[in-house]
């Protein structure tokens, strides 16, 4: 899908996600992302699926920062994962997919396009 426009989907309001904590939505494709609101007023989306036990708990995790980056922390492994690349901290070689996202008209809005660096689950 080289060159075409992002598909947006509508998943809640803003005031739906309170801050630092995670919520688990579907796309209209199937696709579990967990989306993150941060204090400040970042959001983020996220694969849901923990690569690792494969169960939908992302959305669950902890969030929290290392040396200033905002992370999760997955609640069944422990395992920790940078919000902005989805990249794991404790193993370089795992990756979470990280979707587009956006805020319009106080609606938070995400896309099916993802990175492509994701470890599939299993």
Known sequence: MTGAAPVWTALCPLDALPADQGRAALLPDGTAVA??????????????????????VI?????????????VTGPLGKQTF??????????????????D?????GVIEVSARRNTVETLVG
């Open 59 to 71: 959305c669950h995790g902890i969030v929290g920062d290392r040396a200033g980056v905002p992370v």
């Open 82 to 99: 940078e919000l902005a690349t989805g990249r794991c901290l404790e193993d370089d070689t795992v990756r979470l997919p990280v979707h």
């Open 101 to 105: 996202v956006r805020l319009t008209g």
């Open 35 to 56: 989306l993150f609101r941060l204090h400040g007023g970042e959001l983020h989306a996220l694969g849901n699926l923990d690569p690792f036990s494969g169960a939908p």
